[in-house]
């Protein structure tokens, strides 16, 4: 069983940078992919980024490309987010989400969630 919670969305102007950060609880961290998945109002969940369960690959949705880093901590139990150059078309629910052994970018394939944070960006 592992248990995330994310932290550190708000409201932002474009432009602007935001850093979230997902806490896990459980067992051994580093065994689980990882993923940030993105939800806006109406639409379905969407990923974001991917990163092994080692920090070594990570993947990311074309239309965040250059502008958000995804990284790990396995001694701290944490994900992160760097969100930079955020448009008003990032507003969103961003979850993170953990499975045993690779990340993917399938909803459908993670077992853990968290609750999500809100991100906002103002044009």
């Known amino acids: 069983q592992v248990q995330l919670v994310e932290s550190g969305g708000g409201l932002v102007q474009a432009g602007g940078s935001l850093r979230l950060s997902c806490a896990a609880s459980?067992?051994?961290?580093?065994?689980?992919?990882l993923a940030w998945f993105s939800q806006a109002p109406g639409k379905e969940r969407e990923f974001v980024a991917g990163i092994s369960g080692n920090g070594g690959r990570t993947y990311y949705a074309d239309f965040v490309k250059g502008r958000f880093t995804i990284s790990r901590d396995n001694a701290k139990n944490s994900v992160f987010l760097q969100m930079n150059s955020l448009k008003p078309e990032d507003t969103a629910v961003y979850y993170c989400?953990?499975?045993?052994?690779?990340?993917?970018?399938?909803?459908?394939?993670?077992?853990?969630w968290g609750q999500g944070t809100q991100v906002t960006v103002s044009s």
């Open positions: 989400a953990a499975r045993s052994n690779y990340y993917s970018a399938y909803a459908s394939a993670y077992a853990y």
């Open positions: 459980g067992r051994t961290f580093s065994n689980y992919g």
